[in-house]
């Protein structure tokens, strides 16, 4: 009995934690134009109005961004295919979101 009332007084803090919120294309383009997302480990990610977008992961990348649908679109040079993602947003948490339900999550840097 004491761990099914363990269990209950923790589950609001867990389902807080993942209280996510999908956006609409407007909301995206809000969400995103102008800022930067930390992925952590010294990974982040910057979204320009011009619609350019810059990637770091130990070397910088550069790429283009769109909205589409109401899905965040990339474009990554040499490639010419765009991947698109549904974005949830939870606080200061950006969730990305691929057609396998696999997710990366990124934090608006200060």
Do not use: H
């Amino acid at each position: 009995m004491r761990r099914f009332a363990l269990i209950l007084a923790l589950l609001p803090g867990i389902l807080a934690a993942e209280d996510f919120r999908a956006l609409t294309g407007d909301e995206i383009l809000d969400a995103l134009t102008g800022q930067k997302l930390d992925y952590g480990d010294g990974v982040w990610q910057t979204f320009d109005e011009n619609m350019l977008t810059q990637y770091f992961s130990g070397r910088a990348s550069s790429g283009c961004w769109a909205v589409r649908e109401d899905r965040y679109c990339s474009l990554w040079p040499p490639s010419d295919r765009w991947a698109c993602y549904d974005v949830l947003q939870s606080g200061d948490t950006i969730r990305f979101v691929d057609d396998t339900g696999g997710f990366t999550d990124g934090a608006f840097a200060q």
